[in-house]
């Protein structure tokens, strides 16, 4: 299976309550379309210091993570984020890689989404088995 590439969106949770507060309207939620690699090898949801510049997510914690060379780094976590693909949303942080690396949307905001990595078309899709809305396992 080669690289499977989605175009999500990203938005600052923190802002979405502000709005709800009406402290700030809608139209200064910090938000980003990006093109994504939807890696199943990695766990977490990964943006880089570019994303985060515009994002300007709160810095949560530092935190060690396994590379896949098995080199171990530690990034700042932030959070928490809004993934948005097609009909469905997850809520996490994200690690922070250095400069413009490539953001990961990792497993378990994959997970949260109910969406598959389809190897034929090579793109990521809606689970068909619950195209309205996600459905997640509690065991």
Known sequence: MGMIYA????I?????EL????IIGEDEVKRLHVNILADSGAYMMCINENIQAVLQLPFIEKRKAVLADG?????DTVGPLMIKFKN??????AYVLQG???PLLGAIPMEEMDVLLHPLRQELIVNPEHPE??????K
């Open 100 to 102: 413009d690396a490539e």
């Open 7 to 10: 175009d999500i969106e990203l």
């Open 71 to 75: 080199s171990i780094a530690e990034y």
């Open 133 to 138: 809305h996600a459905v997640l396992k509690l």
């Open 19 to 22: 709005v709800k507060r009406h």
């Open 88 to 93: 469905r949303t997850a809520t996490c942080n």
């Open 12 to 16: 600052n949770v923190i802002d979405l």
